[in-house]
């Protein structure tokens, strides 16, 4: 009996699951997520150090030709 409960609940969850899956509108959560990206692959939030790090050599590079 107990076998049958856990077959049955895990069938519940599988199906359930399949459902959400193919109600995801996957374009658009690339959409959204490209937003998160810079135009050189970095991440915004955790590449942050690398981008500090370019962006601000970029602009002392940038202030010191003006």
């Known amino acids: 009996m107990a076998a049958f409960l856990l077959l049955l609940f ?3 969850v599988c199906g ?12 658009a959560v690339e959409e959204d997520n490209e937003r998160y990206y810079t135009p050189d692959g970095y991440h915004i939030y955790y590449d942050r150090k690398i981008l ?3 962006y601000g050599e970029e602009a ?3 202030e010191t030709n003006e």
């Open 60 to 62: 002392a590079a940038n």
């Open 16 to 27: 359930a699951g399949g459902y959400a899956l193919r109600r995801v509108d996957r374009q």
């Open 52 to 54: 500090r790090r370019l």
């Open 10 to 12: 895990f069938c519940l």
